[in-house]
């Protein structure tokens, strides 16, 4: 019996995801440059033919990885901005940002080392560039939030708020093994609300 186009778009999909997984664990362990396209498909079990059947090569599945990165600081923007209480859509930053690094921090080093990448490398600074654009953004949503809080040096402040979240995120990304996690996410909500953490 043929297969409906739902299923096999069903398919189509399944094995796209599978190759761009592929691709995310191929470079963080090979780095961008290192990596084959014959690596990436290995990884994903499939063909090299059928890989470029669904991708066009290396610089595409880079491109892919990019744009989920943005798709998920967008939705982190737009749910933080869409609550009515300010101090709500900080934490939820804070919690979004450190959940994510608590699950996959070797996530976070790959995109930490691509938006740092030297200018020289025309196709990943391109790549870069579209990264860091949407942290800029972000940057300007947060520091929206803290507007709303009353504080006069907003700006000042929301860069301090990223400066905390990268430090904390590399260090936790970088020695995971026994870093308090829970404990220094429950400080920097408490400090970011103009609290005093709990001692429980």
């Known amino acids: 019996m043929p297969r409906t186009p739902e299923a096999n778009e069903r398919i189509r999909r399944a094995t796209r995801e ?6 995310m664990d191929t470079f963080m362990d090979k780095g961008y440059h290192a990596a084959s396209i014959d690596d990436v498909a290995r990884a994903a079990k499939v063909s090299k033919g059928l890989l470029y059947h669904y991708v066009e090569g290396k610089e595409d599945l880079l491109a892919a990885l990019v744009d989920r990165r943005i798709d998920e600081l967008l939705a982190v923007m737009r749910a933080a901005a869409a609550h009515e209480d300010p101090a709500a859509g900080l934490r939820h930053i804070v919690e979004g940002a450190l959940d994510n690094v608590r699950r996959r921090p070797e996530v976070f080093r790959f995109y930490l080392n691509l938006s740092t990448q030297p200018r020289l490398d025309p196709v990943v600074a391109a790549h870069a560039g579209r990264l860091n654009a949407a942290y800029a953004e972000q940057f300007e949503v947060q520091t929206r939030l803290f507007e709303q809080l009353g504080i006069d040096n907003a700006r000042e402040r929301s860069l301090y708020f990223s400066s905390t979240l990268q430090g904390i995120m590399l260090l936790y990304s970088t020695y995971p093994e026994g ?11 408490a400090e970011f609300r103009g609290e005093a953490p709990s001692s429980g």
């Not at 870093?179 to 909500?189: R, T």
């Open 18 to 23: 599978r190759i761009i997984a592929a691709a």
């Open 179 to 189: 870093y308090p996690l829970d404990a220094i996410k429950a400080h920097v909500i």
